[in-house]
């Protein structure tokens, strides 16, 4: 037994989803995508067939293009609101190739729950359908006091996103087609900065709490403010354009540092915080232990190079920088010390504390009992000493601890574990990974990405996962990545590169037999190959990817990467 | 030459006796006690057993950088470790300060005090006893370098409770640095090593050196630890013995140190020790010759008189006994006194060997080409030095204005 079935049925809750797209190949995907995932999905080509679809059914979910043949997407979801006023209702999910155009009508954020951009990502499609459904409630937008500075952004033309979030759901679709994010509270940033293309939007901080983690001090705008931001939000905009669509939505977190990083232009930079327990803050709105992190997993791949910024000892413990640094007695670690003279009486070689020899306002040596009453003929001082209070014990040199804030943790200065604060920027190959996608990473790093895939390979695998799924005949779905390809590009030039690698897929396929297809993708290539088990494959693979090395000039470094039918249902 | 062999060898004792007076009175006795002493009487017993109590070590030093390290190290190395190691930096000028820190939060040792002005060796040492905790202070230098078992066997004659203190038997450590150094190698030997045995072995033992000595607390304390230096380790000996007390020597607890390797160091600091040792001994505590005295003890008047025979009168009687032999003998003086240094030297070569065989661990083979040198060195050039330094104390008090005291000290003590 392959492990489809059970994967199926390990579905928590399987959705009933209508699926209105008039596209066979969108529905082919899209269908044999939700029902691998084990939802049930219905298929509508148009507008009137959808409505005739959810009068007879229940939905779930309603995914439905924006145009459609007859009406639009928006048409149908108001004709069923209308016969259906009262009671349970689906989750409407508007698809469309443009979001800012269907977000300029204030209707449309009304009645759609989420919107999603073409071209489909169908893991961010897989995500939706199996998220709860949460009632509609209407954005309510706050109206700005005449005369403040947050007046003046709401007058700018911008779509924005406002945190914390009005409603308690996937913010996701709603940031498609937004400007720039609103933060009218500091409250749960680092929630907010894992929402997916938060770290590509400006951060209009309007607390003015934030310093630069924010891009823009909301209150305390100044004469020409506006058109910074306005122009900012541009940059971003270009900037995200820049990037490979890999990053738009990552959950990496270290995918979203650095497009973070590119999208706002600058290198990351450390400032003092004390409100953190890390004690420093970037200019983003990310926590610094995920920074931390995310930074020492870029400088190992070499997307970032770093400059020191700052030394901070921390608490072993909890690794909270909040410290008190305290000269503490080394006996009995009481923090309770006082400082006082030694003081020596000549005569009889007596040195000892001051306290030694007070009674009174006399100082009497305790060796000799005769009184001191010369300075500097009698007795001097040589130098201070430390008493503990506590214990009374004396040294010279108090031990230094560090007490955690956070933690209450004691410990020795010298055990205390000390950590770098660094600047950031991203590298040469920084920018290549930004450009080419996940491809750049070679395919072992890669997870299986149906977005990837070019839509006829697409649809020849739905076909051999519906055979799969009816007489269980295997499949292979290979990936070939070409390590060397950037390289190759920056020495012969692309035009060479992609000549030496069309001949290569060519050579390969034909070298292969034709129970495979191979196609050609943007940054990889493909094949699939039917009626064969994946293990099976592997001496054909090599046989053939022997030929095609022999073919060209240029040593492509091809790399297979090899998904059965269980890991694609997966 | 021939003609002087034959008149030395016509002589009859009584005039030999007659000739070489002062070599009689003042050489002999002492190479005969030495030898009867260590040959004659028996060692005396210790307890093997592991000394049960605390033992803290004290080191005083004034700008030591340098040696404080090495000197810790060689403590760490014990096959009886201290329990505590206490050090004052005691107005340094260098890095000692600093270093002292560091090794405290090396944690190679238990307290570092540092002090900005100098108080003397005296204060330094009394502050660091006092900070301590151990039963047993053991008081060593910076410049001190030990043996693996020196701790242990430094502590062995104190299992018995009326011991106050023991002195460790301190070698020189670079002999052969120059001919200096050398005949100091020889007589560290002889008088230290074999000279202490001897004096341990009949309760003689009249100086616990500064430089290793281990003390009984309570005893140290009721002497009041330290007195204003300098000479201020024969000083604490001298009190903690009229108080009754015994004091040892441990000839296997073997410290070594460097020895001045040039003649005018050897000369200032043979100045600084004589100078000392009379103002000690027959000012302050000149109430041990005086048989009337309620602390009178036989058993001091005993060193006191050995040390004022040995020492003093001969170093004094030397130049007397030169311009007698020159007027009486005219050109036959330089012979009789060849005659006398012959003598002398085959008593060297004879002490020499026995001091070699009781020292354990000191090359005594690569310093036998010396002892002819140092006969000659120790038994006229050194009395002189002795001489001048009697004179320039008994004249002139200069002990109280030497630099190994501050000078505020100096102003104030008795």
């Given at each position: 037994?392959?492990?489809?079935?059970?994967?199926?049925?390990?579905?928590?809750?399987?959705?009933?989803?209508?699926?209105?797209?008039?596209?066979?190949?969108?529905?082919?995907?899209?269908?044999?995508?939700?029902?691998?995932?084990?939802?049930?999905?219905?298929?509508?080509?148009?507008?009137?067939m959808?409505?005739?679809?959810?009068?007879?059914?229940?939905?779930?979910?309603?995914?439905?293009?924006?145009h459609?043949?007859?009406?639009?997407?928006?048409?149908?979801?108001?004709?069923?609101?209308?016969?259906?006023?009262?009671?349970?209702?689906?989750?409407?999910?508007?698809?469309?190739?443009?979001?800012?155009?269907?977000?300029?009508?204030?209707?449309?954020?009304?009645?759609?729950?989420?919107?999603?951009?073409?071209?489909?990502?169908?893991?961010?499609?897989?995500?939706?359908?199996e998220?709860?459904?949460v009632?509609?409630?209407?954005?309510?937008?706050?109206?700005?006091?005449?005369?403040?500075?947050?007046?003046?952004i709401?007058?700018?033309?911008?779509?924005?996103?406002?945190?914390?979030?009005?409603?308690?759901?996937?913010?996701?679709?709603?940031?498609?087609?937004v400007?720039?994010?609103?933060?009218?509270?500091?409250?749960?940033?680092?929630?907010?900065?894992?929402?997916?293309?938060?770290?590509?939007?400006?951060?209009?901080?309007?607390?003015?709490?934030?310093?630069?983690?924010?891009?823009?001090?909301?209150?305390?705008?100044?004469?020409?403010?506006?058109?910074?931001?306005?122009?900012?939000?541009?940059?971003?905009?270009?900037?995200r354009?820049?990037?490979?669509?890999?990053?738009?939505?990552?959950?990496?977190?270290?995918?979203?540092?650095?497009?973070?990083?590119?999208?706002?232009?600058?290198?990351?930079?450390?400032?003092?915080?004390?409100?953190?327990?890390?004690?420093?803050?970037?200019?983003?709105?990310?926590?610094?232990?995920?920074?931390?992190?995310?930074?020492?997993?870029?400088?190992?791949?070499?997307?970032?190079?770093?400059?020191?910024?700052?030394?901070?000892?921390?608490?072993?413990?909890?690794?909270?920088?909040?410290l008190?640094?305290?000269?503490?007695?080394?006996?009995?670690?009481?923090?309770?010390?006082?400082?006082?003279?030694?003081?020596?009486?000549?005569?009889?070689?007596?040195?000892g504390?001051?306290?030694?020899?007070?009674?009174?306002?006399?100082?009497?040596?305790?060796?000799?009992?005769?009184?001191?009453?010369?300075?500097?003929?009698?007795?001097?001082?040589?130098?201070?000493?430390?008493?503990?209070?506590?214990?009374?014990?004396?040294?010279?040199?108090?031990?230094?601890a560090?007490?955690?804030?956070?933690?209450?943790t004691?410990?020795?200065?010298?055990?205390?574990?000390?950590?770098?604060?660094?600047?950031?920027?991203?590298?040469?190959?920084?920018?290549?990974?930004?450009?080419?996608?996940?491809?750049?990473?070679?395919?072992?790093?890669?997870?299986?990405?149906?977005?990837?895939?070019?839509l006829?390979?697409?649809?020849?695998?739905?076909?051999?996962?519906?055979?799969?799924?009816?007489?269980?005949?295997?499949?292979?779905?290979g990936?070939?990545?070409?390590?060397?390809?950037?390289?190759?590009?920056?020495?012969?030039?692309?035009?060479?590169?992609?000549?030496a690698?069309?001949?290569?897929?060519?050579?390969?396929?034909?070298?292969?037999?034709?129970?495979?297809t191979?196609?050609?993708?943007?940054?990889?290539?493909?094949?699939?190959?039917?009626?064969?088990?994946?293990?099976?494959?592997?001496?054909?693979?090599?046989?053939?990817?022997g030929?095609?090395?022999?073919?060209?000039?240029?040593?492509?470094?091809?790399?297979?990467?090899?998904?059965?039918?269980?890991?694609?249902?997966? | 030459?021939?003609?002087?062999?034959?008149?030395?060898?016509?002589?009859?004792?009584?005039?030999?006796?007659?000739?070489?007076?002062?070599?009689?009175?003042?050489?002999?006795?002492?190479?005969?006690?030495?030898?009867?002493?260590?040959?004659?009487?028996?060692?005396?017993?210790?307890?093997?057993?592991?000394?049960?109590?605390?033992?803290?070590v004290?080191i005083?030093?004034?700008?030591?950088?340098?040696?404080?390290?090495?000197?810790?190290?060689?403590?760490?190395?014990?096959?009886?470790?201290?329990?505590?190691?206490?050090?004052?930096?005691?107005g340094?000028?260098?890095?000692?300060?600093?270093?002292?820190?560091?090794?405290?939060?090396?944690?190679?040792?238990?307290?570092?005090?540092?002090?900005?002005?100098?108080?003397?060796?005296?204060?330094?040492?009394?502050?660091?006893?006092?900070?301590?905790?151990?039963?047993?202070?053991?008081?060593?230098?910076?410049?001190?370098?030990?043996?693996?078992?020196?701790i242990?066997?430094?502590?062995?004659?104190?299992?018995?409770?009326?011991?106050?203190?023991?002195?460790?038997?301190?070698?020189?450590?670079?002999?052969?640095?120059?001919?200096?150094?050398?005949?100091?190698?020889?007589?560290?030997?002889?008088?230290?090593?074999?000279?202490?045995?001897?004096?341990?072995?009949?309760?003689?033992?009249?100086?616990?050196?500064?430089?290793?000595?281990?003390?009984?607390?309570?005893?140290?304390?009721?002497?009041?630890?330290?007195?204003a230096?300098?000479?201020?380790?024969?000083?604490?000996?001298?009190?903690?013995?009229?108080?009754?007390?015994?004091?040892?020597?441990?000839?296997?607890?073997?410290?070594?140190?460097?020895?001045?390797?040039?003649?005018?160091?050897?000369?200032?600091?043979?100045?600084?020790?004589?100078?000392?040792?009379?103002?000690?001994?027959?000012?302050?505590?000149?109430?041990?010759?005086?048989?009337?005295?309620?602390?009178?003890?036989?058993?001091?008047?005993?060193?006191?008189?050995?040390?004022?025979?040995?020492?003093?009168?001969?170093?004094?009687?030397?130049?007397?006994?030169?311009?007698?032999?020159?007027?009486?003998?005219?050109?036959?003086?330089?012979?009789?006194?060849?005659?006398?240094?012959?003598?002398?030297?085959v008593?060297?070569?004879?002490v020499?060997?026995?001091?070699?065989?009781?020292?354990?661990?000191?090359?005594?083979?690569?310093?036998?080409?010396?002892?002819?040198?140092?006969?000659?060195?120790?038994?006229?050039?050194?009395?002189?030095?002795?001489?001048?330094?009697?004179?320039?104390?008994?004249?002139?008090?200069?002990?109280?204005?030497?630099?190994?005291?501050?000078?505020?000290?100096?102003?104030?003590?008795?």
């Amino acid at each position: 037994m392959n492990s489809i079935s059970p994967k199926i049925n390990a579905v928590a809750s399987p959705r009933r989803v209508l699926l209105v797209e008039d596209s066979s190949v969108t529905q082919d995907i899209v269908e044999l995508m939700l029902t691998q995932a084990g939802h049930t999905v219905s298929i509508a080509s148009d507008g009137a067939m959808a409505l005739r679809l959810l009068a007879k059914d229940e939905f779930d979910v309603v995914l439905t293009d924006f145009h459609l043949p007859d009406i639009t997407g928006l048409d149908v979801v108001t004709q069923y609101l209308e016969t259906h006023p009262q009671g349970p209702r689906p989750a409407f999910v508007a698809i469309t190739g443009d979001v800012r155009g269907l977000l300029a009508d204030r209707a449309n954020c009304e009645v759609f729950d989420r919107i999603v951009p073409k071209p489909l990502d169908i893991d961010l499609l897989c995500e939706l359908v199996e998220a709860p459904v949460v009632p509609v409630v209407p954005t309510v937008r706050v109206k700005a006091v005449p005369g403040t500075a947050g007046n003046a952004i709401e007058a700018l033309p911008l779509a924005y996103f406002r945190w914390p979030a009005s409603r308690n759901q996937d913010v996701t679709p709603r940031l498609m087609g937004v400007d720039a994010i609103l933060v009218e509270s500091c409250e749960a940033l680092d929630v907010l900065w894992r929402q997916p293309g938060v770290n590509t939007l400006p951060v209009i901080d309007m607390t003015g709490r934030l310093g630069t983690s924010a891009d823009v001090d909301g209150t305390a705008l100044r004469l020409g403010d506006t058109d910074r931001i306005l122009a900012l939000v541009e940059l971003f905009h270009d900037r995200r354009a820049e990037l490979h669509t890999d990053f738009l939505r990552s959950n990496e977190p270290t995918d979203r540092l650095l497009a973070r990083l590119h999208v706002a232009n600058t290198p990351l930079t450390p400032r003092l915080d004390g409100t953190a327990s890390s004690l420093f803050a970037w200019n983003l709105v990310a926590s610094s232990d995920e920074i931390g992190l995310a930074v020492s997993k870029l400088v190992a791949e070499g997307f970032l190079e770093t400059a020191f910024h700052e030394r901070v000892h921390h608490c072993p413990a909890c690794q909270s920088a909040r410290l008190i640094v305290r000269e503490e007695c080394s006996a009995c670690g009481s923090a309770h010390l006082n400082e006082e003279s030694y003081l020596h009486h000549f005569r009889c070689s007596y040195q000892g504390p001051e306290t030694d020899f007070r009674h009174g306002d006399e100082l009497t040596c305790p060796k000799c009992r005769r009184t001191l009453a010369h300075f500097g003929r009698d007795y001097d001082r040589p130098g201070l000493m430390v008493r503990c209070q506590a214990c009374a014990a004396i040294t010279s040199e108090p031990s230094v601890a560090f007490r955690c804030v956070d933690c209450a943790t004691r410990t020795p200065a010298d055990a205390a574990p000390t950590r770098d604060i660094l600047s950031a920027k991203i590298t040469e190959q920084g920018f290549s990974y930004l450009e080419t996608g996940l491809a750049f990473l070679g395919a072992t790093r890669q997870s299986l990405r149906f977005a990837d895939l070019p839509l006829e390979l697409i649809i020849s695998l739905n076909k051999a996962a519906s055979r799969f799924n009816e007489d269980k005949t295997p499949f292979v779905l290979g990936y070939i990545a070409h390590d060397n390809l950037l390289e190759l590009r920056r020495k012969h030039g692309a035009r060479q590169t992609e000549d030496a690698r069309d001949l290569w897929i060519e050579t390969f396929r034909q070298a292969i037999g034709p129970t495979t297809t191979v196609t050609k993708g943007a940054s990889q290539d493909f094949f699939l190959t039917l009626d064969m088990q994946k293990l099976m494959l592997g001496p054909n693979l090599e046989v053939a990817r022997g030929r095609a090395d022999k073919s060209v000039r240029l040593d492509l470094g091809a790399r297979f990467q090899l998904f059965g039918p269980e890991d694609i249902t997966g | 030459m021939s003609a002087a062999a034959d008149y030395l060898l016509a002589q009859n004792w009584e005039s030999l006796l007659k000739l070489f007076w002062f070599v009689v009175i003042f050489e002999m006795p002492r190479y005969l006690l030495l030898f009867a002493l260590t040959a004659f009487l028996p060692k005396l017993r210790e307890d093997e057993e592991p000394f049960p109590g605390r033992v803290s070590v004290v080191i005083a030093g004034h700008s030591e950088e340098d040696t404080i390290e090495a000197c810790v190290l060689a403590l760490r190395e014990q096959s009886r470790v201290p329990d505590e190691i206490v050090v004052i930096s005691d107005g340094s000028t260098d890095g000692m300060p600093a270093k002292i820190s560091k090794m405290l939060r090396a944690r190679l040792i238990n307290a570092a005090h540092s002090t900005d002005l100098r108080s003397g060796k005296s204060a330094g040492t009394n502050m660091a006893a006092r900070l301590c905790t151990g039963d047993i202070i053991i008081n060593a230098d910076c410049d001190c370098s030990f043996d693996r078992h020196a701790i242990r066997n430094i502590l062995r004659p104190l299992a018995d409770p009326d011991v106050a203190a023991v002195c460790g038997s301190i070698l020189p450590r670079n002999t052969h640095h120059s001919l200096v150094a050398a005949f100091q190698g020889i007589e560290y030997m002889i008088s230290i090593s074999l000279g202490k045995q001897a004096a341990d072995r009949v309760g003689q033992v009249t100086c616990i050196s500064g430089a290793f000595g281990a003390f009984r607390r309570d005893a140290f304390e009721m002497a009041g630890g330290l007195d204003a230096g300098g000479g201020e380790d024969l000083d604490l000996t001298i009190r903690l013995r009229r108080s009754g007390w015994k004091v040892r020597f441990a000839a296997d607890a073997q410290c070594y140190t460097d020895v001045p390797e040039t003649l005018p160091v050897l000369v200032r600091q043979r100045f600084r020790w004589e100078r000392d040792a009379v103002r000690l001994r027959y000012r302050k505590h000149a109430d041990m010759m005086n048989p009337f005295s309620r602390r009178f003890r036989w058993s001091e008047l005993v060193h006191e008189v050995e040390f004022l025979i040995f020492n003093v009168l001969a170093a004094v009687a030397l130049p007397f006994y030169l311009v007698w032999l020159f007027q009486t003998y005219g050109s036959f003086a330089p012979t009789i006194l060849l005659a006398a240094q012959l003598g002398l030297l085959v008593l060297d070569c004879a002490v020499f060997l026995l001091a070699a065989s009781v020292t354990p661990k000191m090359n005594a083979w690569a310093m036998m080409p010396y002892i002819l040198g140092y006969s000659v060195f120790y038994g006229l050039y050194m009395r002189f030095v002795r001489l001048a330094a009697y004179l320039d104390e008994w004249i002139f008090r200069s002990s109280y204005s030497d630099s190994y005291v501050p000078e505020k000290v100096h102003n104030v003590r008795g």
